[in-house]
């Protein structure tokens, strides 16, 4: 109890692509996932995206040698901490027989914890490591005991497992807890032992239950609130949700952005090209809602655009006049471009009220960082994007791949 209480007192709320061949013989374990809107949390979803890009950002400053590092620097960052508003989940069992949990999908993060809603159950297969874990996401943070126990995704069963239980976590109201599936080097420095846990792919991979190191993710785009409209395919990527090749590009060396699944990309703006983010790093997210470019560039897409700022939601807004006329941003990364068409570019229109916006406005959904390009995380990627491109982690080489899907230049916005 006396490490608890320490610890709660602690806690504060363009590279050429070169792409390794993927050899997968067996076919993916896949899981679906579903989108969806937690009406208890906070409208203002870039609030809560800049909260976590800044938190994402602090965490890269903080040494992982020790937990009360990594505290320090969230509690001087001074981040509010905000429900999470809009996610995808995936249900995901722990224990034997397994207790089942609603789990944020994030790339973003790599400890795997439960019980923000729904408590940890220890049963025959929980093993107590005798360490205490805390994560801070911007968005929310949890504390609590690290266990090792069988998660069960799908068909996939995962033994002596990484598990956080949390005591105590705000910001997740309405989910249990978070997958993370990101870079297992983000998890030093959680838990008061410092050592770095595998994650839910390195687990299945090292123990031969996935035949490779890898999670493919497909989204699509929606005009619903609360809907199952996305896969994660473990150890292989799923053929049949992609149309075109999947391009891979290396993980960026420039940190920040290298420490997460991160990439090197430029954006240009329309058929005269106009350059809105000169080639530099930011990452991908699943945990971020928008396309979120650093402030300088957010200032170039707004002139091209014509865009204003809109109060009540905090994003930029066009008129109908403006839409008809708006055209494509296009991301270059390595040797590919992908086209973000203007539906894409919109915050659907019927969900317009659940972010606090006016039914008949048009939203745009890339929104403002928060800070100036040239510190080396300059961008984020977050599901808004993704939901038009499929989109492979690929842990094992280091890499990062897109390819694109029938929802790729969809209307449905």
Not at 356 to 370: E, F, K, Q
């Amino acid at each position: 109890m006396a490490r608890l209480s320490a610890l709660i007192a602690l806690t504060a709320a363009a590279v050429a692509v070169s792409a390794k061949p993927i050899v997968v013989r067996d076919s993916p374990v896949t899981v679906p996932i579903a989108r969806r809107f937690n009406s208890t949390g906070v409208r203002n979803v870039l609030k809560a995206d800049q909260a976590r890009a800044q938190a994402l950002k602090a965490r890269s400053q903080a040494s992982k040698k020790h937990l009360g590092a990594i505290n320090k620097v969230f509690t001087d960052v001074d981040v509010p901490v905000t429900n999470v508003a809009e996610i995808y989940t995936a249900s995901v069992g722990v224990g034997t027989p397994p207790t089942t949990y609603n789990l944020i999908i994030d790339t973003g993060s790599s400890n795997t914890w439960v019980g923000a809603s729904t408590a940890y159950v220890q049963t025959s297969s929980s093993v107590d490591t005798g360490d205490e874990v805390e994560v801070s996401y911007g968005s929310g943070f949890f504390f609590g005991e690290e266990y090792t126990d069988t998660v069960t995704i799908g068909d996939l069963v995962i033994k002596n497992q990484g598990v956080g239980a949390a005591l105590f976590s705000e910001g997740f109201d309405g989910v249990d807890g978070i997958l993370g599936i990101g870079p297992a080097d983000l998890t030093q420095g959680t838990t008061s032992s410092g050592d770095t846990i595998p994650t839910v792919l390195d687990t299945a991979f090292a123990a031969g239950t996935i035949d490779a190191n890898l999670i493919g993710i497909s989204f699509e785009p929606t005009t619903e609130a609360s809907v199952t409209n996305g896969e994660l395919s473990f150890g292989a990527v799923d053929d049949s949700k992609h149309t075109g090749d999947i391009a891979f590009v290396p993980i960026t060396s420039t940190s920040p952005a290298s420490e997460y699944v991160g990439i090197d990309q430029s954006i240009t703006y329309g058929s005269a090209g106009t350059t809105i983010l000169s080639s530099t790093a930011g990452i991908t997210d699943t945990g971020t809602t928008l396309v979120l470019l650093a402030s300088d560039a957010l200032a170039k897409y707004q002139s091209a655009t014509g865009a204003v700022a809109d109060n009540s939601t905090g994003l930029l807004k066009i008129t109908q006049a403006q839409f008809d006329k708006l055209e494509s941003l296009f991301f270059h990364i390595g040797d590919n471009t992908y086209e973000f068409t203007p539906n894409a570019q919109i915050w659907p229109r019927s969900l317009n009220s659940a972010i606090g916006g006016d039914a008949n406005s048009i939203y745009l959904v890339t929104a403002d960082l928060g800070s100036n390009s040239g510190q080396g995380l300059d961008f984020i990627d977050g599901y808004t994007f993704l939901e038009r491109f499929y989109y492979v982690y690929d842990v094992a080489n280091a890499q990062v791949g897109f390819a694109t899907t029938q929802f790729t230049n969809a209307t449905t916005n």
